[in-house]
T-cell receptor
């Protein structure tokens, strides 16, 4: 069974600073995918970034980058130049592919609540 | 367009009521999902539809009944719910290949009285 661990229930960061949100995972699969989602208080889950297990380069999307360390089984999210609008809950998730390969299950971590301050 | 829409946004229902949640996407995705999220917890998968067929049922009680009338629509029929079923219900969709990310709708906040 797959497992995702986020050890930081809450984080504070000052506006314009960078912040790292931790995520470790456990799986016996060779092929897997790791995702980060942002959930503002409105409730919608917003996809941020994806890293495949065979990707050699760390994923980047604008101000978001994923620090993927396969041997350590970690997939930390780095947000650069934090903005007030970044205040939200952040979930790390791992993809598990169902048998027919046409749909996937996401297993989520418990989340980290990020608060950006002035 | 990466939009998944859900209606209604809020729903209050009694334990004897029957209601339905609706989800719609027009991205050509062939997999659709229902998640349940309690306050301050991560989303938990309930059902997965793949090519309009139920692919995964995570041992959800029968008072929740999913339906996928076509590739763009996903419904969740609710009957005889309990107060502990109060939660945010999220719908998501993804491309047919399982490699891709899931796109979520804004959710329906359900309160069972």
């Amino acid at each position: 069974a797959q497992k995702i661990t986020q050890t930081q229930p809450g984080m504070f960061v000052q506006e314009k600073e960078a912040v790292t949100l931790d995520c470790t995972y456990d799986t016996s699969d060779q092929s897997y995918g790791l995702f980060w989602y942002k959930q503002p208080s409105s409730g919608e889950m917003i996809f941020l970034i994806y890293q495949g297990s065979y990707d050699e380069q760390n994923a980047t999307e604008g101000r978001y980058s994923l620090n993927f360390q396969k041997a350590r089984k970690s997939a930390n999210l780095v947000i650069s130049a934090s903005q007030l609008g970044d205040s939200a809950m952040y979930f790390c998730a791992m993809r598990e592919v169902e048998d027919t390969g046409t749909a996937s299950k996401l297993t989520f971590g418990t989340g980290t609540r990020l608060q950006v301050t002035l | 367009d990466t939009e998944v829409t859900q209606t209604p946004k809020h729903l209050v229902m009694g334990m004897t009521n029957k209601k339905s949640l609706k989800c719609e996407q027009h991205m050509g995705h062939r997999a659709m999902y229902w998640y349940k999220q309690k306050a301050k917890k991560p989303p938990e998968l309930m059902f997965v539809y793949s090519y309009e067929k139920l692919s995964i049922n995570e041992s959800v009680p029968s008072r929740f009944s999913p339906e996928c009338p076509n590739s763009s629509l996903l419904n969740l029929h609710l009957h005889a719910l309990q107060p502990e079923d109060s939660a945010l219900y999220l719908c998501a969709s993804s491309q047919e290949r399982a490699l891709y990310e899931q796109y979520f709708g804004p959710g329906t906040r359900l309160t069972v009285t």
